[in-house]
T-cell receptor
């Protein structure tokens, strides 16, 4: 079956530094990848949608200069949290779709980011 | 526009008893509906999905859900709860109309299974 690998699973960084999270589709080509943020005991909030080779589409209220998304290949998307602050601490999850339609999504295992 | 309402934020059952997690949706187009499960600090695992085929959908781990268009519901059920079923469950809708392929998540239902 479709597998999405997300790395790292946990990261602790200092305020002001940048952190990169990787999302890889291991056995299929992901034309579209999605990045979500999940606050404790809450649902997932879509941050942005990225299509291979083009700029990501950000949801309203998400700072594109702070959350840099790159989808340079059909198997890899990265989310870079720049100049991280404690309020950026959260659980980030990616998902990948083969075709970009509303089914066939596979989720990564998530990244717990703690900014100290 | 599309939305999902999970009617219960927390459901508690005893091991061996039935599970019912309720979900209502709204969608401007023919929806695809999903149930995902999330264990603590883990990603999401697909339990089952409805994509305009049979209205009664069987998923993994003994779960099933019935799509009822007249009631705009997609409730998740399991005849007998197991301790390992304790987790957070999300009902999700996606509409294929226009260019909107985004997933919209419900707020989640925490399932507790008591011994």
């Amino acid at each position: 079956g479709a597998v999405v690998s997300q790395h790292p699973s946990r990261v602790i960084c200092k305020s002001g530094t940048s952190v990169k999270i990787e999302c890889r589709s291991l056995d299929f080509q992901a034309t579209t990848m999605f990045w979500y943020r999940q606050f404790p005991k809450q649902s997932l909030m879509l941050m942005a949608t990225s299509n291979e080779g083009s700029k990501a589409t950000y949801e309203q209220g998400v700072e594109k200069d702070k959350f840099l998304i790159n989808h340079a290949s059909l198997t890899l998307s990265t989310l870079t949290v720049t100049s991280a602050h404690p309020e950026d601490s959260s659980f980030y999850i990616c998902s990948a779709s083969r075709t970009g339609v509303g089914y066939g999504y596979t989720f990564g295992s998530g990244t717990r980011l703690t900014v100290v | 526009a599309q939305s999902v309402t999970q009617l219960d934020s927390h459901v508690s059952v005893s091991e061996g008893t039935p599970v019912l997690l309720r979900c209502n949706y709204s969608s401007s187009y023919s929806p695809s509906l999903f149930w995902y499960v999330q264990h603590p600090n883990k990603g999401l695992q697909l339990l089952l999905k409805y994509t305009s085929a049979a209205t009664l959908v069987k998923g993994i781990n003994g779960f099933e859900a019935e799509f009822k268009k007249s009631e705009t519901s997609f409730h998740l059920t399991k005849p007998s709860a197991h301790m390992s079923d304790a987790a957070e469950y999300f009902c999700v809708v996606s509409s294929s109309g226009g260019s909107n392929y985004k997933l919209t998540f419900g707020k989640g239902t925490l399932l507790t299974v008591n011994p």
